[in-house]
């Protein structure tokens, strides 16, 4: 990841980015009358900085790269913000691709995969694009299925440390949630920081991802 001295020239151009992916929330809750935008918006400078900064490795052309980092939205019923992040950035590639034709500009695995604007407009509809974080298909982004808050939280965890004892430290586990105190897994994940910070400081090693 760059320095953020490096990185703020491309603040400004964030900010649309992240003006965007706003406009794209309201407009696909409010077409479809249901959910409601507080949380998926709370989430877009988190998302625009994770993805764009060089934090987070991944390839937007093909989500299902063996070493790319892991994204799990822990909080499952926010996942607009996942599916307007995703249609934004897409459509800079499809522009892109139109305007130079070049292939690196295309999706790898084809348009079947690719989820652009006019994917939102099926959100909870029949064969549209699902209420909560699925694993398939145009959202191959996501690396868990969740829903409630904080429902991923204990699969990223779990994931962290399978990668760990995979002996590929270098692939990352990135979740995103709301924060609830009364999360029903925050104990879960407690507990598993502990175990972490405590082999850590007996052993000397590494934490999870």
């Not at 299902?64 to 992040?85: C, E, I, M, Q, W």
Request: glycine share 10%; proline share 4%.
């Amino acid at each position: 990841m760059k320095s953020p001295s490096d990185l703020k020239q491309h603040y400004d151009k964030w900010e649309v980015v992240k003006d965007l992916i706003d406009q794209c929330i309201d407009i696909m809750l409010n077409l479809r009358q249901s959910g409601h935008p507080g949380g998926s918006r709370s989430k877009v400078h988190a998302m625009v900085s994770t993805l764009l900064s060089g934090a987070m490795r991944w390839d937007i052309r093909d989500a299902g790269k063996v070493f790319s980092d892991r994204y799990v939205l822990a909080a499952g019923h926010t996942n607009p913000v996942v599916y307007a992040t995703l249609a934004v950035l897409n459509e800079a590639l499809r522009i892109k691709y139109k305007q130079t034709k070049l292939d690196k500009y295309k999706h790898y695995k084809g348009d079947e995969f690719q989820l652009v604007w006019e994917d939102l407009i099926t959100l909870r509809n029949n064969k549209g694009l699902p209420g909560h974080a699925e694993m398939e298909g145009k959202t191959l982004f996501f690396k868990f299925n969740t829903g409630p808050s904080g429902h991923g939280s204990p699969a990223a965890a779990g994931e962290a440390l399978a990668l760990k004892y995979a002996n590929v430290p270098e692939v990352k586990v990135f979740a995103l949630s709301l924060i609830h105190i009364s999360e029903p897994t925050r104990p879960e994940r407690m507990a598993y920081a502990v175990v972490c910070l405590k082999k850590k400081v007996r052993g000397g090693g590494g934490g999870g991802g």
